[in-house]
């Protein structure tokens, strides 16, 4: 092309930015096998492009991504965009048999999906086994060209990823679990940007950890990511508040606080301003458990280190990590989430509900006459007592195909039998098993109490729902009481996001427009419990005009 017709193009896009908003951005994952070294032992980790955490994913709002997955390893792998929502395109989602076959070894797929009204931090990672353990990474979500942040700008950003390291073979670990019948083993140690930081182990050489280096009076924007299998995580840092301004890709009303808990798959941007003249400033990622699980107690490590201090001199300013069973602490971060509500920003809470819903979720017990250190029966996971079986094709699939026998469509709205929920518990504790979703019509509003269950033991549950966001508009603790706690309900400025945890022995209400046609996984983001059978699927159908409907699979679409 003559160089001033390249002239006459840039002027076009100058005086027409909007022609030119949207760009096209490729990616291209390979997934490989790689040797990794953490508390002193060696182990081969599946990876994407060698690299543990993931690479960043970055893209602006109203680009399409195009991301080529090539499988190098001897697993199925598939990838999820943990929170993208995938508006018509569910095929480029990811959760293997839900709304793709996996991509086979030898095999490749390309996701392509269009970023719509989002920005912020989200994840990308595997879905399927537990693959998620080491492929796993940011996805960055930049404003519109010359849009800014609904606060003063950072002057840095930095992806902050936490993550859970086992010694052993993560799949050795749940294959093993599952012979038994009995919980996995929990993690070796947790992690900040793949490092374990100062953990006591059996190992003498030193850990390594991440260091975080700022100067006095600039602002650092902390992308935080739990990309943890098990485990909810307190996240803080010596001598400095935090100011979160973002959860799960939006936007919230700042607030200041010393600690954050975050569960896995969600993710809160926060502001630390360096305010301290020198020093180095001990960062501290401990498990959040209220109640008798076993958990990986081990406290991760980072640094936050002052320009022009010594390093070898300075002593770190410690912080101490919250005690597990802090739920206090959890209680007054989750509390203090409202979303920003502004007019440019505002929460669009559906104020009137199609769809009712009441879904139990917690543990079971079903026999197992193989299980022998389960004494032939093993614990099990359900929603509404349904423990959700895999199919072996994909679901969106057999939706969009009319393909018979894949699913039903009888998911129960409420659980089979009422019970004293966080109470004791009844004294059958099996489960029915079954692949069923729940159908709902394009565009409905839905409302769902997410109830736990004190079966085998009360526990907290992070819940994510592909597909869409979601507004919290109600929490409590014990048993929800449909007459009186929807009078509480917030239904102006509820914190909208993607994953949320339903507290241990108590519930949450949720609210979503169900205006995206498709085939949608919901489960628990604690890899164990989704093994055990914590999820189901919505069906939403197709709406009446040619924009409300699910487009038609690429080519390349993985078979099974
Ligand atoms: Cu982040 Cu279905 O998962």
């Known amino acids: 092309m003559e160089a001033s017709c390249v002239r006459v193009l840039i002027?076009?896009?100058?005086?027409?930015?909007?022609?030119?908003?949207?760009?096209?951005?490729?990616?291209?994952?390979?997934?490989?096998?790689?040797?990794t070294t953490r508390l002193c032992s060696t182990k081969p980790i599946v990876t994407v492009n060698g690299r543990f955490p993931g690479p960043t994913l970055y893209a602006r709002e109203d680009d399409t991504v195009l991301v080529k997955v090539v499988n190098h390893v001897k697993y199925n792998v598939s990838i999820h965009w943990h929170g993208v929502r995938q508006l018509r395109t569910g095929w480029a989602d990811g959760p293997a048999y839900i709304t793709q076959c996996p991509i086979q070894p030898g095999q490749s797929y390309v996701y392509n999906f269009t970023i719509t009204g989002q920005r912020g931090t989200l994840l990308w990672h595997a879905h399927i086994l537990w693959l998620r353990a080491t492929v796993h990474g940011a996805i960055v979500i930049l404003p519109k060209r010359g849009?800014?942040?609904?606060?003063?700008?950072p002057n840095k950003e930095v992806v902050v990823i936490l993550a859970e390291w086992w010694k052993s073979d993560t799949e050795a670990v749940i294959n093993e679990a599952l012979k038994s019948g009995l919980a996995p083993n929990v993690s070796d140690a947790h992690t900040i940007n793949g490092q374990p930081g100062l953990v006591s182990s059996n190992c003498s050489s030193p850990q390594g950890e991440f260091k975080l280096n700022v100067e006095n009076g600039k602002s650092y924007m902390l992308r935080i990511?739990?990309?943890?299998?098990?485990?909810?995580?307190?996240?803080?840092?010596?001598?400095?508040?935090?100011?979160?301004?973002?959860?799960?890709?939006?936007?919230?009303?700042?607030?200041?606080?010393?600690?954050i808990v975050i569960a896995p798959g969600q993710t809160t941007n926060v502001i630390l301003t360096a305010d301290q003249s020198s020093g180095k400033y001990m960062v501290a990622a401990s498990p959040f458990m209220d109640a008798p699980i076993a958990v990986d107690n081990n406290t991760a490590t980072a640094t936050v280190h002052y320009a022009g201090t010594l390093a070898s001199s300075a002593t770190t300013f410690a912080t101490h990590a919250p005690p597990k069973n802090a739920t206090p602490v959890a209680n007054n971060f989750i509390d203090?989430?409202?979303?920003?509500?502004?007019?440019?920003y505002p929460a669009k809470v559906p104020l009137t509900v199609d769809r009712s819903l009441f879904f139990t979720v917690g543990l079971g017990i079903n026999p197992c006459p193989t299980c022998k250190a389960g004494n032939g029966s093993r614990v099990v996971a359900s929603i509404n007592n349904v423990t959700f079986v895999m199919p072996t094709t994909a679901?969106?699939?057999?939706?969009?195909?009319?393909?018979?026998?894949?699913?039903t469509t009888d998911f129960p709205g409420n659980p089979p039998s009422a019970f004293n929920y966080t109470g004791t518990p009844p004294a059958n504790l099996q489960?029915?098993?079954?692949?069923k979703v729940y159908r709902l019509p394009y565009n409905a509003t839905v409302q769902l109490v997410l109830q736990d269950t004190g079966i085998i033991s009360p526990e907290n549950h992070p819940l994510h729902l592909h597909g869409f966001n979601f507004f919290a508009v109600g929490k409590g603790v014990g048993n929800y009481n449909p007459k009186k706690d929807p009078k509480k309900f917030n239904l102006v400025d509820p914190v909208e996001r993607n994953?949320?945890?339903?507290?241990?022995?108590?519930?949450?209400?949720?609210r979503f427009l169900a205006d995206n046609p498709g085939v949608w996984f919901m489960h628990c983001h604690l890899e164990v419990h989704t093994t055990w059978g914590l999820k189901m699927a919505f069906l939403v159908d197709n709406g009446k005009n040619p924009n409300e409907s699910l487009l038609p699979p690429p080519k390349d679409l993985p078979k099974c």
């Not at 679901?395 to 699913?407: D, I």
């Open 11 to 35: 002027l076009v896009a100058c005086l027409f930015p909007v022609l030119v908003e949207s760009t096209v951005r490729h990616y291209k994952f390979n997934v490989v096998m790689r040797n």
């Open 147 to 153: 849009v800014p942040y609904p606060f003063p700008k």
């Open 225 to 259: 990511i739990n990309a943890a299998l098990n485990e909810e995580l307190f996240f803080k840092i010596a001598g400095h508040k935090l100011t979160v301004v973002e959860v799960d890709a939006t936007y919230v009303k700042p607030f200041k606080t010393d600690t």
């Open 336 to 344: 203090s989430l409202r979303s920003l509500n502004s007019k440019k």
């Open 395 to 407: 679901l969106l699939q057999a939706h969009f195909f009319k393909t018979k026998g894949v699913f």
């Open 431 to 435: 489960t029915s098993n079954g692949t």
């Open 499 to 510: 994953t949320i945890s339903v507290p241990s022995g108590g519930w949450v209400a949720i």
